[in-house]
Nanobody
Framework: QVNLVESGGGSVQAGGSLRLSCAAP????????MGWFRQTPGKEREGVASISTSGHTTAYSDSVEGRFTISQDDGKNTLWLQMDNLQPEDTAVYYC???????????????????WGHGTQVTVSS
């Protein structure tokens, strides 16, 4: 059973930073990759960032490129999303996701992921 648990959400002012964490499955599970998604009421879940199994390749949506950084520890126990220069449009529930097995090197498509966390709220005020 794979459980993903996000933490680190909260409220910040525009221009501020937050770092989200996700307790990940760890190296005992092989060939899986992970990503971060976000969703606001009435909208589809949006892929924000993705990282390959090795951690050497990352991908970002255009809306966060240059502001957000996805990373994972060597043991693959923790996935992070460093969010800098946050803007009100970044307000959303953020989800950690894992793909078992890894279907693509990286993916920002929700259909490519098999496991999801429960989400953590990020609110950015102007």
């Amino acid at each position: 059973q794979v459980n993903l648990v996000e933490s680190g959400g909260g409220s910040v002012q525009a221009g501020g930073s937050l770092r989200l964490s996700c307790a990940a499955p760890g190296k005992e599970y092989s060939n899986y990759c992970m990503g971060w998604f976000r969703q606001t009421p009435g909208k589809e879940r949006e892929g924000v960032a993705s990282i390959s199994t090795s951690g050497h390749t990352t991908a970002y949506s255009d809306s966060v490129e240059g502001r957000f950084t996805i990373s994972q520890d060597d043991g693959k126990n923790t996935l992070w999303l460093q969010m800098d220069n946050l803007q009100p449009e970044d307000t959303a529930v953020y989800y950690c996701a894992a793909s078992f097995p890894c279907r693509r090197l990286t993916s920002l498509q929700s259909r490519d992921y098999t496991h999801w966390g429960h989400g953590t709220q990020v609110t950015v005020s102007s």
